[in-house]
């Protein structure tokens, strides 16, 4: 039986607590630069025992937060935000950061062990066009408090509202390799710096990068408290064409996203439809990969 999950509202944030904790807190309008492509995101993410689980406007890449849904090549828009990687002249600041803006609940349910919000957002250009329409869901469950165990199922419909055809890509599309980082992106603590990465193919650490696989782990330690944690991810589902490949990195920072566009560009037509389904698990140790392996197999969508 799953622990209560309960949710509060306040304008600005959506905070999710579970056995006592607030394992997550949505940041529903972020007072952000504009280069940063303002947009709702999660942070901090916490275990069931209260460790950190993300980090925030990191000096390096100060557009990272937390969990984010994102894209960083849409048809000449960075949504990303900073600097827009060009074929042959690299990382260049651009007048093409764009914002995505939670307008609106379409439904916000607590009960049964889990709680869920549905929300709609408008991906807006640099210069004022709204571009897509989006219906994204958050869904929090299964809290084991024993066994120190929270889930996360993420779901989101990307309209195109534009007029005509969205290209969807990123900046391995765009010609620079092993950087095809776009979609659902997590941010890891500084301290996890080094952790270690597994994959449901067997493959580890920084070879991972640029595969398929049905799901990764990441395991890391903590800053100031003892122990460490181990986030697990399921690659999930995308409707467009290209297969999801996971970005991952545990140097110089820790990162990883289920790329829906890592290699490939997915072309939207006017009025269509981008479905993304992702499960994330969040456990309060250091998992070994055979316990690793047998969660995947618990928790697989």
Known sequence: MSDTITLSRDPDALTVTAAGTEIARYVLRPDAPAVEAPKPFLHPLRTLGGAPLTAVRPWDHRWHKGLQMTWSHVSGQNFWGGPTFVRGSGYQRLDNVGTIRHERFEAVVEGDGEAAFTESLAWTTSTGERWIGERRTHRFHAADPARGIWALDFATSLTNVRGSALE??????????????????????????????????????????????????????????DGGATVLCFAGTSSGAAPIRWFVRSEPFPVFSPSPSFDETVVLEPGRVLDLRHRLVFVDRMCASDEVGALAAEFAP
């Open 168 to 225: 969807l890509g990123s900046p391995t599309t765009h010609g620079r390799d092993a950087a095809g980082y776009t979609g659902l992106f997590w941010r890891g603590p500084r301290s996890w710096t080094g952790c270690d990465v597994v994959s449901a193919t067997g493959i580890t650490g920084g070879d991972v990068m640029g595969t398929r696989s049905d799901w990764i782990a990441l395991t890391g330690q903590h800053d100031e408290i």
